[in-house]
């Protein structure tokens, strides 16, 4: 029953800005730390920006940083992405991904996936 469902995608010009939403159950959200992704056509999926469980530390990729920001809500169970300057290259399927502690001696950790929010940047 663990689901991680994105919102806030659409079309937006280039300067424009997103705010991106992944909202979290079945799991104790507080305990994960989130990562937002990007896929764009025929490319890997690459990390956008991460936090931490306790919402401590961000860590972001070369290309969004000073743009993007990640933050999260654990009272809401939510990760937010907020996009601005937003540029034809940031044009992808965002997911979410929650990574759970190491558990165990085999240092297990859950990993979750979203079904992904189109973000399209074109004028």
């Known amino acids: 029953q663990v689901q991680l469902v994105e919102s806030g995608g659409g079309l937006v010009q280039p300067g424009g800005s997103l705010r991106l939403s992944c909202a979290a159950s079945g799991f104790t959200f507080s305990n994960y730390a989130m990562t937002w992704y990007r896929q764009a056509p025929g490319k890997a999926r690459d990390m956008v920006a991460r936090?931490?469980?306790?919402?401590?530390?961000?860590t972001y990729a070369d290309s969004v940083k000073g743009r993007f920001t990640i933050s999260r809500d654990d009272a809401k169970n939510t990760v937010y992405l907020q996009m601005n300057s937003l540029k034809p290259e940031d044009t992808a399927v965002y997911y979410c991904n929650a990574a759970g502690p190491p558990l165990g001696y085999t240092r297990r950790q859950n990993n979750y996936w979203g079904q992904g929010t189109q973000v399209t940047v074109s004028s």
């Open positions: 936090i931490t469980s306790a919402g401590d530390s961000t």
